[in-house]
């Protein structure tokens, strides 16, 4: 599908990513890479290196022993999770700014976050077994294409509540298709592609609203991603006005094994997880 | 005199004059606002999960994390205030946000709403106002001096509940 013109120039003018986010994407992506080509590319930007090792120590992630160098980093968090951490520290241009077209009270970082812790706890309890640092990462990236489309909503927010509040949309994503003709996660896939991020991410940012019209072998990792971003807003760590205007996909069933009870730990989880992060990213307790 | 911010599973009360108390985005977490005017007293307690019975270590490390023990944990910040029976308090409840869920397992605004209802009820006090459920997620701020409890949500304004 392609996105409509306006939108379209604007994925192309935000700013490609860091070379050194790039380079790390690219090493990723190839199967034959080490660590050391990862450490070398870290190592080259001593301000990424200072936050990564900072993240590396949090409560969060911190598993036993001060964590001192970038190689020691990378071994401990996965290639994934690191290649994660970089694309979310080093694009401010995309997490760092307030969703004003959502009217969001915080940062897309903060709900990104927590939909990454989110997606990597239901990555535990999933039927088949995927990577639950892929799965944060995926959670981390999934609203890149809000950041893209916030400004074209602006002025719109009465518009568009009027509409969810009386049913004249279902989800949200009908009142941004209807009002831009594309949604966020259309958008999301173009920078997506554009940032040349793996084919397993770049389809969980697409169908993280429709999970079950992505590819059958990236399904669960999509599913992890759209539950992950639902778990979020109802921890209460939503972008603004499209908070709780979406709709569970209930053939999740497939994929999860889940009661009550576990949704209630899962979500005790997320809450204590989000709770060890978000002092050492920089997430205050939302003073004004 | 100042904003006293309630966190998620946190709770505060207050009788100083000029305070302020507000606890942000609710979504599917319950607030329990308790209002105290002959003491001049407020409280407001933040919800995330009806029952303590999952994680009762978590439950006594932060007892307002959970309806049943969050509710006695208040209360007794209450009495510190002076206030003593159920007779001198006003009951408000917000938040209980839903997901469109059709098999109601991510439902779990709800379920914190009949959670602190039912622990409410076990100290004879029932809800003179609520807002809750449906979904949009509330931002609450209740004044000591005048006991007033505002609501508000992203793009909607602010309304007295």
């Given at each position: 599908?392609?996105?409509?013109?306006e939108?379209?120039?604007k994925?192309h003018?935000?700013?490609?990513?860091?070379?050194v986010?790039?380079?790390?994407?690219?090493?990723?992506?190839d199967?034959?890479?080490?660590?050391?080509?990862m450490?070398r590319?870290?190592?080259?930007?001593?301000i990424?290196?200072?936050k990564?090792?900072?993240?590396?120590?949090?409560?969060?992630f911190?598993?036993g022993g001060?964590?001192?160098?970038?190689?020691r980093?990378?071994?401990?968090?996965?290639?994934?999770l690191?290649?994660?951490?970089?694309l979310?520290?080093?694009?401010?241009e995309?997490?760092a700014?307030?969703?004003?077209?959502?009217?969001?009270?915080?940062a897309l970082?903060?709900?990104?976050?927590?939909?990454a812790?989110?997606?990597?706890?239901?990555?535990?309890?999933?039927?088949d077994?995927?990577?639950?640092?892929?799965a944060?990462?995926a959670?981390?990236?999934?609203d890149?294409?809000?950041?893209?489309?916030?400004?074209f909503?602006?002025?719109?927010?009465?518009?568009?509540?009027?509409?969810?509040?009386?049913?004249?949309?279902?989800?949200?994503?009908?009142?941004?298709?209807?009002?831009?003709?594309t949604?966020?996660p259309?958008?999301?896939?173009?920078l997506?592609?554009?940032?040349?991020?793996?084919?397993?991410?770049?389809?969980?940012i697409r169908?993280?609203?429709?999970?079950?019209?992505?590819?059958e072998?990236y399904?669960?990792?999509?599913?992890?991603?759209?539950?992950?971003?639902?778990?979020?807003?109802?921890?209460?760590?939503?972008t603004?006005?499209?908070?709780?205007?979406?709709?569970?996909?209930?053939?999740y069933?497939?994929?999860f094994?889940?009661?009550?009870?576990?949704?209630?730990?899962i979500?005790?989880?997320?809450?204590?997880?989000?709770d060890?992060?978000?002092?050492?990213?920089?997430?205050?307790?939302d003073?004004? | 005199?100042?904003t006293?911010?309630?966190?998620v599973?946190?709770?505060?009360?207050?009788?100083?004059p000029?305070d302020?108390?507000?606890t942000?985005g609710?979504?599917?977490?319950?607030?329990v606002?308790?209002?105290?005017?002959?003491?001049?007293?407020?409280?407001?307690?933040?919800?995330?999960?009806?029952?303590?019975?999952?994680?009762?270590?978590r439950?006594?490390d932060?007892?307002?994390?959970?309806?049943?023990?969050?509710?006695?944990?208040?209360?007794?910040?209450?009495?510190k205030?002076?206030?003593?029976?159920?007779?001198d308090l006003a009951?408000?409840?917000?938040?209980?946000?839903a997901?469109?869920?059709?098999?109601?397992?991510?439902?779990?605004g709800?379920?914190?709403?009949?959670?602190?209802?039912?622990?409410?009820?076990?100290?004879r006090?029932?809800?003179?106002n609520e807002?809750?459920g449906?979904?949009?997620?509330r931002?609450?701020?209740?004044?000591?001096?005048?006991?007033r409890?505002l609501?508000?949500?992203?793009?909607r304004?602010e309304?007295?509940?």
């Amino acid at each position: 599908m392609s996105l409509p013109e306006e939108i379209a120039q604007k994925v192309h003018s935000l700013p490609t990513l860091s070379s050194v986010a790039m380079r790390l994407v690219q090493i990723v992506n190839d199967e034959k890479h080490n660590v050391a080509d990862m450490v070398r590319v870290i190592s080259s930007d001593a301000i990424l290196t200072s936050k990564l090792l900072r993240l590396a120590n949090s409560a969060y992630f911190a598993r036993g022993g001060e964590v001192t160098s970038v190689q020691r980093a990378v071994t401990m968090l996965g290639d994934r999770l690191v290649m994660g951490i970089v694309l979310g520290i080093s694009n401010s241009e995309v997490y760092a700014k307030k969703l004003d077209g959502y009217a969001a009270e915080s940062a897309l970082w903060k709900h990104s976050i927590r939909t990454a812790i989110a997606a990597r706890e239901m990555a535990t309890v999933a039927k088949d077994k995927i990577s639950p640092d892929e799965a944060f990462t995926a959670g981390l990236l999934h609203d890149i294409g809000k950041a893209v489309i916030s400004e074209f909503l602006k002025g719109s927010t009465d518009k568009i509540l009027y509409k969810l509040d009386n049913k004249v949309e279902d989800e949200f994503l009908g009142a941004e298709q209807a009002l831009l003709g594309t949604t966020h996660p259309e958008v999301g896939f173009a920078l997506a592609n554009r940032w040349g991020l793996p084919e397993s991410l770049s389809e969980a940012i697409r169908f993280h609203h429709a999970p079950d019209d992505a590819e059958e072998k990236y399904r669960t990792l999509v599913y992890t991603t759209h539950l992950g971003d639902l778990l979020s807003m109802i921890g209460g760590t939503d972008t603004g006005i499209d908070a709780f205007a979406y709709r569970v996909n209930p053939n999740y069933i497939n994929y999860f094994t889940l009661t009550i009870k576990d949704v209630d730990r899962i979500l005790l989880n997320i809450q204590t997880e989000f709770d060890a992060v978000k002092d050492v990213i920089g997430l205050t307790e939302d003073e004004d | 005199m100042g904003t006293i911010y309630v966190g998620v599973g946190d709770f505060a009360a207050s009788n100083n004059p000029g305070d302020i108390i507000r606890t942000i985005g609710l979504g599917s977490c319950v607030g329990v606002i308790l209002l105290a005017p002959r003491q001049r007293a407020v409280g407001l307690l933040h919800i995330a999960l009806p029952d303590s019975s999952i994680n009762l270590k978590r439950a006594q490390d932060k007892p307002g994390t959970f309806a049943d023990t969050g509710i006695p944990a208040i209360l007794k910040e209450m009495k510190k205030l002076g206030v003593t029976s159920s007779r001198d308090l006003a009951v408000k409840l917000a938040g209980g946000a839903a997901i469109m869920d059709s098999n109601n397992i991510f439902n779990i605004g709800k379920r914190n709403i009949l959670a602190a209802r039912k622990i409410l009820w076990k100290y004879r006090l029932g809800a003179l106002n609520e807002e809750v459920g449906g979904n949009i997620s509330r931002t609450v701020t209740v004044d000591v001096d005048t006991g007033r409890v505002l609501l508000s949500s992203p793009a909607r304004g602010e309304w007295e509940l």
